[in-house]
């Protein structure tokens, strides 16, 4: 579809410039849909043209857009060549717009802007997402949860575009803490609320075992003798622990189901216990491990020599850190999976973690994490997010992602009550939960990852604007047209019958899906397909309110039906990139 267009338009230019179409190809962009104006459909950019040198450069560029243009000519396909501000812009025919746009749909399905020119050439391989990795006995904070849908979001997009992606969770599962909860439970824990509640009872004997460990110097040293069983490899503790660690995957996946979030391995930091010795080993070997005055062991990072950088692997007591273990698995998942890509996703404050992580793996030799995969971007990547401030329930503050779930649910389905259409569904908790879902996913997409934002449930469920409710609401909405005509209308496609101007902005903007996965697939940045989905919608409605299919001529109809189908197949498959299940009725 674009395809034809964007190929028409390079073929031109190349014949003036001699410069390749193939190279001229992915310059050439479709024009953004303005509701207060319409565009005309592509563009090219007098600059990137210039800056590939295809241009000779001495004149404004002003002058050399009109230059160039006198040299083009319309014909079939393309029918108006105008100068805009430093780029020309073309309009191709209308008639073919509607036909291809339509054609190109309905034959991709899911893959349509996928399987498009602009990913021509674009590396695959085995790309590994780590992310979600919340902490045995601690709280799920926002910061998890958005690990969660962002890292669900980017093997999404990874997989969508041919990759061999692999999911890990890796569980914060080893660590002090687990002498102390180790020996809380022994003292004040219950098989029953384990059987019963896990994740909350493991959180409360957690919590009050650290109450008491404050001022009790007995428990404080139970938990380090029991720490110690664990690490001396204790059988009756290492069954409790086990014990913890299931029980608690268990339940953690109940939940991941719910968001539709799925992991290939819960991996976690007590893999790695006895690797980090290995890599200590091997540090020392490669005459890398130095000591500090107070004799922590230490990986000097200064690009002098001279300690003023460095990273921590070894404490004074001979324990190992979080970073010794993120070592030693970006090393054996380098042996086990052979990734081309690893992505690490967890939030800003561990920025400092990950470079260090980065430092030490490359002074230590193993080039893989610099080679580039693609783009500009490393084979090790981590992707950072900003904070969420003020999620609360209305129990309080949030400690389970359950509670979050729970909330969104019953929030939403309260909302939902009002209207009639409720009324109607088969399992209103399960659509609600959807809709609470998608309205969570959107509110935390909207901004660059990086940014910090506020969180409010009344902005996050509202119905109209930019909100996940609005998307799962057009989507319904484009359904139920589908049902009520779907066995009705017998005609021949004609795209004489979609040339309003309501029409014709839903089609440009449709036709620019494939750039938009393009910008997804180079920065991970969510934002464009929400903005672009967002835009879909309110086009949607537009066209939705004034091109009738019910009454029009059956011609007419038809050409309609099939451009609110088409919508609602984008529609729905870039909410299902975002991570979002579109529902069919609300
Ligand atoms: N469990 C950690 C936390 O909650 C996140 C782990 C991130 N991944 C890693 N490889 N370090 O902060």
Redesign the pocket.
């Given at each position: 579809m674009a395809c034809l267009f964007r190929r028409s338009i390079a073929a031109q230019l190349s014949k003036v410039l001699g410069t390749s179409t193939e190279k001229l190809i992915p310059m050439v962009s479709a024009v953004p849909v303005s509701k207060k104006q319409q565009t005309l459909d592509f563009r090219i950019s007098v600059n990137s043209v210039l800056e590939k040198g295809c241009l000779r450069s001495g004149s404004t560029v002003q002058s050399q857009a009109r230059q160039l243009s006198e040299q083009l000519t319309c014909d079939d396909v393309v029918t108006e060549i105008a100068v805009g501000q430093g780029t020309i812009n073309f309009k191709v025919n209308r008639s073919l717009l509607a036909e291809l746009v339509m054609q190109e749909i309905s034959k991709k399905g899911s893959k349509y802007g996928i399987e498009s020119e602009l990913f021509q050439g674009y590396p695959c391989g085995r790309v590994i997402v780590?992310f979600s990795?919340?902490?045995i006995a601690k709280k799920f904070h926002a910061?998890?949860l958005r690990s969660t849908i962002i890292g669900n979001f980017i093997a999404n997009i990874k997989q969508a575009l041919g990759n061999d992606v692999i999911r890990i969770n890796?569980?914060?599962d080893w660590g002090t803490q687990f002498g102390l909860l180790g020996a809380g439970f022994q003292l004040f824990g219950s098989e029953v609320k384990l059987k019963a509640n896990p994740l909350q009872h493991l959180f409360e004997v957690y919590v009050e075992v650290n109450k008491m460990a404050e001022t009790n110097e007995d428990i404080h040293k139970a938990g380090q003798e029991f720490f110690k069983k664990l690490e001396g490899g204790d059988e009756h503790s290492l069954r409790l622990w086990q014990q913890f660690r299931s029980i608690s995957i268990e339940e953690y996946k109940k939940i991941y189901q719910r968001l539709g979030v799925h992991f290939d391995e819960y991996s976690g930091e007590s893999f790695y216990q006895e690797k980090t010795q290995e890599i200590l080993w091997l540090l020392d070997q490669k005459g890398l491990l130095k000591k500090t005055m107070q004799g922590t062991g230490v990986v000097d990072l200064s690009p002098n020599g001279d300690l003023s950088a460095y990273a921590k692997v070894l404490r004074p007591d001979g324990t190992t850190l979080?970073l010794t273990r993120?070592i030693a698995?970006a090393i054996d998942r380098m042996e086990k999976y052979n990734f081309d890509q690893m992505i690490?996703v967890?939030d800003k404050e561990?920025c400092s973690?990950f470079q260090q992580l980065f430092g030490v793996l490359k002074i230590m030799g193993y080039n893989w994490t610099e080679r580039a995969f693609t783009g500009h971007f490393c084979r090790c990547r981590h992707v950072p997010f900003g904070l969420v401030k003020g999620m609360k329930t209305r129990k309080g503050d949030v400690v389970f992602l359950e509670d979050v779930m729970n909330e969104a649910r019953s929030r939403m389905l309260q909302n939902m009550a009002a209207s009639k259409t409720t009324k109607e569904l088969e399992d209103p908790e399960g659509t609600a939960e959807k809709v609470g879902v998608a309205a969570l996913i959107i509110q935390d997409f909207k901004g660059p990852l990086l940014s910090d934002y506020e969180f409010d449930w009344d902005r996050v469920l509202q119905s109209h604007g930019d909100t996940g409710v609005f998307l799962q609401y057009t989507h319904a909405r484009l359904c139920s047209l589908q049902r009520t005509f779907e066995n009705r209308i017998e005609e021949q496609f004609n795209p004489a019958c979609l040339q309003d101007p309501q029409a014709i902005a839903l089609l440009q903007h449709l036709l620019r899906y494939d750039e938009v996965l393009f910008q997804v697939s180079e920065d991970l940045q969510p934002k464009h397909l929400v903005n672009y989905l967002i835009m879909l919608s309110r086009l949607a409605s537009i066209a939705h309110r004034t091109l009738h299919v019910k009454g029009s001529l059956s011609e007419v109809a038809m050409a309609r039906y099939l451009l609110f189908k088409g919508t609602a197949s984008v529609l729905s498959n870039g909410m299902k990139l975002l991570g979002i299940t579109p529902v069919e009725k609300m």
């Open positions: 780590e990795s919340p902490n910061g998890h890796y569980l914060g979080y993120d698995a690490y967890t561990q973690h």
